[in-house]
């Protein structure tokens, strides 16, 4: 009789693995372990040239655009992430490239404009500075 591990190939703890693995997402500047400290705020575009930047034909982006207000973009988000080397929590941008594989950049300002669901970062800007500062303010 031959032996367990023999006739599948795999050893049995391979086999029996269920949980879903840790995804590969390290910190850019001391590439340990990113830990997740938010949800993901998937990025959309509302312009061609957006479309365009991502590898996107002219013509189809701009019939895109014209038919969709907006076009969420598939495999791009937003996200908060802890790192221990530094101590502190970043906004990053993250691109999926494949399989459980990642190109992690700092979120820059201007996708922001381009997520859904989240505050600006410097605020409405249609706020006037006393408003703002009354709001920090906590006094009635």
């Given at each position: 009789m031959k032996n367990c591990t023999q006739a599948t190939g795999?050893?049995?703890?391979?086999?029996?693995?269920k949980r879903s693995k840790r995804r590969a997402i390290f910190c850019p500047i001391h590439r340990c372990y990113l830990d997740s400290a938010s949800q993901k705020y998937r990025l959309f575009a509302d312009r061609a040239g957006q479309l365009i930047q991502r590898g996107v034909k002219q013509k189809y982006a701009l019939m895109l655009i014209a038919s969709n207000t907006t076009v969420a973009l598939e495999g791009e988000w937003l996200e908060a992430f802890w790192c221990s080397q530094c101590q502190s929590t970043n906004w990053y941008h993250l691109c999926q490239t494949g399989d459980r594989t990642y190109k992690v950049s700092l979120a820059p300002d201007q996708?922001?404009?381009q997520v859904t669901g989240v505050m600006d970062p410097q605020g409405n800007?249609?706020?006037?500075?006393?408003?703002?500062?009354q709001s920090r303010s906590g006094s009635c």
């Open positions: 795999k050893r049995r703890s391979e086999r029996n693995r996708l922001w404009q800007p249609s706020v006037g500075e006393f408003t703002r500062r």
